[in-house]
């Protein structure tokens, strides 16, 4: 005998379904929008997004080419009282084209850091998504705290030592080129020096390395620098 009852709290218990698992580890390794691409289509994909980041560049490129001089000047503020010297022709010409590649590249990277993660975000667990936002913030604080210090205490403290260091031998007259060599790379080195936070952040949320493991390596790397003694 079939029974069918109009109960209202029945007809919502039938009509429940569970929208998270019990187990929290197995929904948080889920793909949430897990979507079935070829790999033709995924190979077009990243042609486009690298075409529209490479558009992105030429025109931030373009952009740092015609302010450049304002740039060059802001760069040659820590080398107070040192004369740069052309030593070929169109030496300048080519410092400016540096200049702008790099801050064209810094200028584009928000828009560059959009399209990977578009790109990587369906491939990525909702554990891997809830470490996105705070890694892409974190990373791109930290890199400009990098080299906003390497411009402000780094590079002025290592051109006083090399201008103090030859004074009273050498008359300093440096090359154009030389020096923004040496100061572009100084302050991306040191902003990418400043991402290890962030990389001990990932390690960690993805569980490939625990908080346990990096407090034992800094421990043993400090017992190993104590025994050496200050030489």
Not at 5 to 15: K, Q
Not at 30 to 59: G, K, N, T
Not at 89 to 116: D, M, N, R, T
Request: include cysteine; charge should be neutral; proline fraction near 6%.
């Amino acid at each position: 005998m079939n029974i069918r009852s109009n109960s209202p709290t029945m007809a919502a218990t039938n009509l429940k379904t569970p929208t998270q698992p019990q187990d929290d580890t197995t929904y948080l390794d889920e793909l949430p929008d897990e979507v079935e691409m070829s790999l033709f289509d995924h190979l077009e994909e990243l042609r486009q997004r690298i075409f529209v980041s490479l558009i992105a560049c030429a025109v931030a490129i373009a952009l740092c080419f015609v302010a450049v001089r304002p740039l060059v000047k802001w760069l040659e503020a820590p080398a107070q009282g040192v004369k740069f010297l052309q030593l070929a022709p169109g030496e300048f010409f080519f410092v400016s084209l540096k200049v702008a590649g790099y801050g064209g590249l810094l200028l584009a990277s928000p828009f560059i850091l959009y399209q990977i993660i578009q790109f990587v975000l369906p491939g990525l667990t909702r554990r891997e998504r809830r470490l996105l936002g705070p890694v892409v913030l974190g990373s791109s604080i930290l890199f400009g705290l990098g080299i906003g210090f390497a411009y402000v205490a780094l590079i002025p403290a290592a051109l006083k030592f090399f201008i103090s260091y030859g004074a009273d031998v050498v008359e300093q007259a440096w090359s154009i080129d030389r020096y923004f060599e040496f100061v572009l790379l100084l302050l991306f080195s040191t902003g990418l020096a400043f991402q290890v936070p962030v990389i001990q952040l990932l390690l960690g949320g993805l569980g490939l390395v625990s908080s346990q493991q990096m407090l034992s390596g800094w421990r043993a790397s400090s017992w190993v620098r104590s025994s050496r003694g200050p030489f």
